[in-house]
């Protein structure tokens, strides 16, 4: 009798569970997991969901959304099994498969009907005709190790991804994203297409969001926190909610609200809010509230100008490492005693395990893998502590535009010691412009011999050759600082970007120029702001016979690239350290750069002399340059380092004949009819041309 009562209790249970059909291929079915019964995403989702809910998988490996495809899902039993199971729920993930040269090229016109006749047919088997829910997702990332990834993959997959967003816009859904929580998690597809149970886990978690609209309630990313500094003419707040919720925010200012905005959370359950722009000063406060009675509150916030500074270990050297140090360290509370004027504010990104020549513990090994590399950080004022583990370079560029502006300067650091440019470029932009440096990278020569080696170090590998750099991450692999240090921040608005790196790129200067020029696009990207302005350090003067092609190469992006400058500091280098102690100069002369380029000081001289042209005559050269207003040797004697060549390739010192206003003559008398001339052109260079204003020349080489 007992259980005749029990198994009555349970029926109207089960007749009331919500039934949620798992439509796709062979990432559904959960092809290549040891134990798919338990760790396919639709049984994961199950875990997730509950007793409440009932989850069919009828994933198809092979199946092609497209009809005329090699496999149509509308043909195969689990397209049959899916109509019977009557879901009130519907989860859509195909399309992976059309990306085989057999589907995407020739049917490609008919992938958004055939899409759009399979929802319908799904619609029509629901209770009453007319699912409860519709979720139509952008397909899993297919990573660069793919076969066809160059082939065609990565570009109709790029393109099937609009095709699915213009199918959701026609049922008024907002397609769920299941490419961006895994596309930075390469090491979780063993065969660069299908998940382990881990990606799986991702995969299925994503979509409990998709359903349940859960996304764990109101949060925000950790660069804003309390005693933060907004960017005054941009302020703006991003985070993440439940989908639909209404997010809102008022500034208040000495308990007076100055203005309130409200936005929705979307599908994905992000939210971004605009304000408008803010006094410079504070502090203001800042109420994140949602209808659901949830709220966060950031005090002490102050409006100014903020700042990245990024690069590598030159841009990481701190303050009390300096040649300045002891005064620079004592004078740095002045710059933290305010809320208004001149005062500095710090968000000091620092890495749990140094690069240094050292191996990790085991623990990193995981730890790095799974992207958690920077410590947990917040905003704090500037005082001798926070200051002294700061950049130096970061800290007298604040200085500097703190005293000029009279107003808060917030600072951001997460430069990494020994990194690589490829680190600092987002995967997407890699995967479309440069795949082959994504490729075994502890066996890549594009990626600097010492770098492979440090990193091998680091993660105890002794056989490079050997090692599976599918499952090794680390901080010089391409992309990862990218994911690491930059997506974190949550497109956090910043005025521009100082940077100094480049010492782990100068073995390859021409895969530099294009890697550069990489990274600045895609953090424009990912800011949105396609002048996002950029100013980066040119290499010093070190004892290595690279140095002075990649110091021009630099100087030649800095006139390709828009919106950027650069800083030069040969005459600060150490002959034997790739870390020169005198950073307070170089902090100094990139907040000259910016003061003058984006804050109007006209009467600053941004730059030490810069060569413009070049004019070749019988016996003599004539080079014109921009910021050469009273050149001359800054050490009192004759301008050195100047070389001139014939035809024949070899170059000769040369004196400078005469100083114009904007123009040296040079000459050598070996070189009766120059057609180059170069200057500065020594890895440790002795090049003593300045301008009036006591800047230096760049290294420069110039041809007829």
Not at 154 to 164: G, L, M, P
Not at 193 to 201: C, D, I, K
Not at 567 to 595: F, I, M, N, W, Y
Request: charged share 20%.
């Amino acid at each position: 009798m007992s259980l005749i009562v029990a198994l009555m209790s349970v029926l109207p249970m089960m007749a009331q569970r919500v039934k949620v059909a798992c439509v796709g291929n062979s990432v559904t079915y959960g092809y290549g997991l040891l134990d798919r019964d338990s760790t396919a995403y639709p049984v994961q989702l199950q875990r997730m969901l509950g007793d409440g809910y009932e989850v069919g998988n009828f994933g198809k490996s092979g199946a092609t959304l497209l009809r005329h495809g090699h496999r149509p899902y509308t043909e195969q039993e689990e397209y049959r099994k899916a109509l019977d199971f009557g879901a009130e729920i519907v989860v859509v993930h195909l399309g992976l498969n059309d990306t085989d040269p057999r589907n995407w090229p020739n049917y490609r016109d008919e992938f958004e009907q055939d899409y759009r006749q399979l929802i319908d047919s799904l619609q029509a088997a629901a209770p009453g005709g007319k699912l409860k829910k519709l979720v139509v997702c952008l397909m899993t990332p297919i990573f660069h190790g793919h076969h066809r990834f160059e082939s065609g993959t990565r570009d109709w997959h790029a393109e099937i991804q609009q095709a699915i967003r213009r199918v959701a816009m026609c049922y008024d859904v907002e397609p769920l994203d299941l490419y961006t929580p895994l596309h930075c998690r390469p090491d979780l597809f063993p065969d660069n297409l299908h998940p382990n149970a881990e990606g799986a886990r991702i995969l299925a978690q994503t979509v409990y969001g998709g359903i349940t609209g859960d996304w764990g309630g109101l949060a925000l990313a950790e660069v804003y926190s309390d005693g933060m500094v907004v960017q005054h003419d941009a302020p703006a707040l991003a985070g993440r909610s439940n989908a639909g919720t209404h997010v809102s925010v008022s500034v208040k200012k000495g308990g007076k609200r100055l203005q309130q905005t409200e936005c929705a959370a979307d599908n994905n359950g992000h939210w971004r809010i605009q304000l408008e722009p803010l006094q410079p000063g504070g502090p203001y406060t800042f109420d994140i509230t949602t209808e659901r009675g949830e709220k966060i509150t950031l005090s002490d916030v102050l409006a100014g100008e903020v700042w990245l500074c990024s690069g590598q270990s030159n841009m990481a050297f701190r303050l009390d490492q300096c040649a300045t140090a002891g005064n620079d360290v004592l004078q740095a509370p002045l710059y933290g005693q305010h809320t208004e004027g001149a005062t500095i504010r710090l968000f000091n990104m620092r890495e749990r395990w140094a690069t240094d020549n050292s191996v990790w513990p085991e623990e990193a090994r995981d730890e790095v893998l799974a992207l958690r590399y920077f410590n947990p950080t917040r905003w704090t004022p500037c005082n001798a502590e926070t200051a002294a583990a700061f950049s130096a370079i970061g800290y007298h560029f604040g200085r500097v535009l703190a005293d000029s502006l009279q107003m808060p300067v917030g600072l951001i650091c997460n430069a990494v010691g020994g990194s690589t440019t490829e680190a600092w470029v987002g995967r997407t932009t890699l995967e479309k412009e440069f795949p082959t440096i994504l490729r075994s990278w502890l066996q890549n020569d594009f990626i600097q011999d010492w770098a492979r080696g440090r990193a091998a170090k680091n993660l105890g590998i002794e056989q490079q050759a050997n090692a599976d750099a599918a499952r090794l991450r680390h901080p010089y692999l391409p992309a990862y600082l990218f994911e690491t240090a930059i997506a974190p921040l949550d497109a956090f608005p910043i005025k521009g970007v100082a940077w100094y790196q480049g010492e782990s790129n100068a073995h390859n200067k021409d895969a530099h120029d294009r890697l550069f020029t990489l990274l600045v696009d895609s953090w424009r990207m990912q800011w949105n702001q396609l002048g996002l302005p950029f100013y980066f350090v040119q290499l010093s003067s070190l004892d290595r016979p690279s140095w002075p092609w990649f110091r021009d190469g630099q100087r030649i992006l800095q006139s390709e690239i828009r919106n950027t400058g650069m800083v030069v500091c040969t005459d600060l280098g150490d002959s034997l350290d790739v870390h020169p102690r005198r950073k307070r100069e170089v902090g100094e002369r990139l907040a000259r750069q910016v003061l003058h380029e984006r804050y109007g000081f006209s009467h600053i001289v941004p730059s030490g002399p810069l060569p413009e042209t070049a004019v070749f005559t019988e016996g003599k050269v004539f080079v014109y340059f921009s910021y050469g207003e009273g050149m001359q040797g800054s050490d009192g004697t004759d301008i050195t380092t100047f070389e001139v060549a014939g035809a024949d390739g070899r170059f000769y010192p040369a004196k400078v004949c005469a100083i114009a206003s904007n123009r040296l003559e040079i000459a050598a008398p070996e070189v009766p009819n120059p057609v180059s001339v170069r200057y500065g052109w020594q890895p440790f260079t002795r090049a003593n041309l300045v301008n009036a204003a006591g800047l230096p020349a760049t290294t420069f080489r110039l041809d007829k």
